[in-house]
C-alpha cells in the first residue's frame, strides 16, 4: 500500500514540472525573454539568443512529454506503472541533462585564472 503513495505523489508532481517547461518555452519562444535560458550560477550568457531555440525546444519536448504521460494515465489509463514511471524518469533525467550541457556550452570553459586583475599570487 505505501508504494502507491509515492508513485501517486510522482505522478502529481509532474503536472508543476510540465507547467514550469512549458511556461519556459512559451516566454522564450512568444516573449523572447532570454532571461533564463542556459543558466549558469543564476546568469545567463551574454549571447542568450543564440542559444534561446535549443533551451526552447528542449524545454517543449520536456513539457509535452509530461503531459502526454499525465493525460495517458490520468485520462485514459493507457500506461501501466512501470511504463510511464520509465518514460517520465527518462525524460526528467535527460532534460536535466541536456539544460546543463547547453549551459556549460554557451557559457564556454575558461582554464586558469579566475581572477579579474589577472595577477597571480603565490
Known amino acids: 500500500m ?7 505523489f510522482f505522478l502529481l508532481a509532474l503536472i508543476p514540472v510540465a507547467f514550469f517547461w512549458l511556461r519556459r518555452a512559451w516566454r522564450i ?3 523572447r525573454d532570454f532571461s533564463e535560458v542556459a ?15 535549443y533551451e526552447m525546444v528542449i524545454n517543449f519536448v520536456g513539457g ?3 503531459v502526454g504521460v499525465l493525460v495517458a494515465v490520468l ?16 525524460t526528467l533525467w535527460m ?3 541536456a539544460s546543463f550541457a547547453l549551459s556549460r556550452h554557451a557559457h564556454g570553459i575558461h582554464f586558469g585564472n579566475k581572477k579579474k ?4 599570487r603565490a
Request: proline share 8%.
Open 2 to 8: 505505501g508504494i502507491y503513495i509515492f508513485n501517486w
Open 39 to 53: 543558466l549558469k550560477k543564476g546568469l545567463p550568457p551574454p549571447n542568450a539568443e543564440q542559444y534561446a531555440p
Open 75 to 90: 485520462g485514459f489509463q493507457a500506461l501501466d506503472r512501470d511504463d510511464w514511471m520509465a518514460i517520465a524518469g527518462v
Open 64 to 66: 509535452v512529454v509530461l
Open 29 to 31: 519562444f512568444f516573449k
Open 117 to 120: 586583475g589577472g595577477e597571480n
Open 95 to 97: 532534460k536535466i541533462f
